[in-house]
């Protein structure tokens, strides 16, 4: 059986019909619409992550303390009790609580006595007048800083060398 097709007599082929006006107009709304939803879908991952990204470094900046302590306690282990099950925990606890920051982002940030002072990573607590070392460079480090992907949590709080006054 044949499908009877109406056509107009200006155009006698159906299928090569231009679509009226406003069937384009919902194409294009369609696709528009497509568009918007799937530009807000990536802004709310977008959105997701950061705040993820500022959840870690709220609870980072809550736990460095926590690894300040622990650190202390494995730098104050008396010499006989050095090999001990309680020292060794110790020592396992901080280095499972640094891996898990780490897989997280998280990195400590270096200095050592002797390197210059940098202040987009370290903070000044203190100076020494001294004229063994080079004016601003570090003399001591009083605790460790810390970074969250490429922003400084916490910098590195140091004793600062400045050069007597002749």
Do not use: C
């Not at 622990?70 to 060794?88: C, D, L, Q, Y």
């Not at 898990?100 to 987009?120: D, H, I, Q, T």
């Not at 903070?123 to 004229?131: C, D, F, P, Q, R």
């Amino acid at each position: 059986m044949k499908k009877h097709v109406h056509s107009h007599p200006e155009n006698p082929h159906p299928s090569k019909e231009a679509p009226p006006a406003s069937q384009t107009d919902y194409q294009s709304l369609y696709q528009r619409a497509l568009a918007d939803q799937d530009n807000l879908r990536k802004r709310f991952d977008d959105e997701r992550k950061l705040m993820g990204k500022l959840a870690i470094g709220d609870l980072v900046i809550d736990l460095l303390p926590v690894l300040d302590n622990f650190t202390r306690a494995t730098e104050h282990v008396p010499a006989e009790e050095k090999e001990s099950a309680w020292a060794t925990g110790i020592l396992y606890i901080r280095k499972q609580l640094m891996d898990v920051l780490a897989e997280r982002g998280v990195e400590e940030v270096s200095a050592k006595p002797g390197e210059k002072f940098n202040p987009s990573e370290h903070e000044a607590i203190g100076t020494v007048t001294t004229s063994d070392q080079p004016d601003d460079t570090i003399a001591e480090v009083k605790s460790m800083g810390y970074r969250l992907y490429d922003r400084i949590v916490r910098p590195v709080q140091v004793i600062v060398v400045n050069h007597e006054q002749k």
